[in-house]
């Protein structure tokens, strides 16, 4: 219902039988010139206290990647930063809770500090801890947060201030010099779950709703909607092509291999 721009919609539409050769195809082509970016060494900074970390994804994108226990397990949780001429843009929160944010405000802390700039935007992919405990941090430095409005529904549920919750309307974004485009494709890890693309990067934030390579299992099912996932995941296979590199929620960014490696966890877990 809310998905966004003509301008990705102009690419043929696959009939559905060869779907997954064509897009096996594409993903032999993409490996190598995913391979090759991974090999430059990339720039990483890490805060004090070790709990936020900073990788360079490309001249102008990060990923942010903070720590929490789940389970007993130390768990990494990535979003993004991306940066414009009118400031930096951050896809989730640092991994806080509810009234207790010292991540997301070390986070804007260090972008400031190591990137120069200010956090003007933010938007926040579903209503868990790990992608909008720190909202209260940004919403203190008065930066406006967008959210689709079941996010924010969902977010005022979980005790959280409401994200702005535009994004159903306007799932398109320009930020200076930069496009940012969000997707709800469906109900999947959880029911208000979207993903956020750059297509001038063509990279895709998948967040929780993509496991990394990795992943042995779908992870926190607490909110999920496994039957729907495999469908969710394949929209936004066919919506974007082109991706070159995929952030998921947790553990390891990649190439469009996620996408599928996702499909097949559910696979596994359904079979
Ligand atoms: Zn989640
Ligand atoms: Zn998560």
Same mark, same amino acid.
């Given at each position: ?32 010139? /995913? ?84 956090? /003007? ?23 406006? /947060? ?96 082109? /991706? ?28």
């Amino acid at each position: 219902m809310l998905i966004g721009c003509s301008e990705d919609n102009s690419q043929p539409t696959q009939p559905k039988e060869n779907q997954e050769t064509t897009i096996t195809e594409d993903l032999a082509k993409l490996n190598d010139q /995913v391979n090759a970016e991974a090999e430059k060494s990339p720039t990483h900074i890490t805060s004090q206290d070790k709990s936020i970390g900073l990788t360079q994804l490309t001249d102008k994108v990060w990923v942010h990647t903070s720590y929490n226990e789940w389970k007993g397990t130390k768990i990494p949780h990535n979003g993004l930063v991306v940066t414009t001429d009118k400031g930096a843009v951050l896809i989730d929160t640092a991994w806080d809770t509810e009234g207790n944010h010292p991540k997301t405000k070390a986070l804007l802390q260090m972008i400031q500090k190591h990137l120069k700039k200010k956090v /003007v935007l933010a938007i926040v992919t579903h209503a868990h801890d790990d992608s909008i405990g720190g909202i209260q941090a940004l919403l203190d430095k008065k930066i406006e /947060v967008r959210s689709t409005s079941l996010t924010a529904k969902l977010a005022k549920e979980n005790g959280y201030p409401s994200p702005k919750p535009i994004l159903d309307e306007k799932p398109m974004m320009k930020i200076g010099d930069t496009v940012i485009k969000t997707m709800y494709p469906g109900e999947g890890h959880s029911k208000d779950n979207i993903t956020a693309w750059l297509p001038q990067y063509k990279i895709l934030f998948g967040g929780c709703f993509i496991k990394s390579l990795d992943a042995k299992d779908l992870g926190n099912l607490s909110d999920a909607n496994v039957e729907k996932w495999d469908d969710s995941v394949k929209k936004v296979i066919e919506k974007y092509p082109q /991706v070159k590199i995929v952030v998921p929620g947790h553990g390891e960014w990649g190439n469009k291999r996620l996408l599928f490696h996702t499909i097949d966890l559910i696979k596994q877990h359904t079979d």
